[in-house]
């Protein structure tokens, strides 16, 4: 019990301070018309991640555990959803920095006044 403790006290800090960061980084991505249906789009699919996602893995879990035995799926899974999330969030980091660059956020949003 308190190596579980001390981990979940890291991850529970870092996945307030993302959380923070992700809604302040939604609201500057659109204008005052949008911004509402922005923030409420993001939190409806971030609810819906985390009710999916536990499902998903459990499922992945149970599949792979099969023929691996259930520590090594577990493990597995997990390491291949780090992956994942790491690959695809870094990929949507790129493309709005991009963006960034080129100004088209910028055009798009001196249009809307």
């Known amino acids: 019990m308190p190596v579980a403790l001390a ?3 890291p991850v529970g800090a870092g996945f307030s301070v993302s959380l923070t960061l ?3 980084a939604i609201t500057g991505l659109a ?3 949008t911004r509402g249906g922005l923030v ?3 939190e409806s699919i971030g ?3 985390s009710t999916g996602a536990p499902v998903a893995m459990g ?3 149970a599949f792979v555990a099969e023929g691996a035995g259930y520590a090594a ?3 597995t899974v997990s390491v291949a959803v780090a992956v994942g999330v790491v690959a695809v969030g870094g990929g949507l980091l790129l493309v709005g ?3 960034a660059d080129t100004g088209a956020g910028a055009a798009a949003t001196a249009a809307d006044e």
């Open 7 to 9: 981990a979940g006290v």
């Open 22 to 24: 992700y809604r302040s």
């Open 31 to 33: 204008g005052d018309d």
């Open 40 to 42: 409420s789009l993001g």
């Open 47 to 49: 609810r819906l991640g």
């Open 59 to 61: 499922a992945a879990v």
């Open 73 to 75: 799926a577990l493990r």
């Open 97 to 99: 920095d991009l963006e």
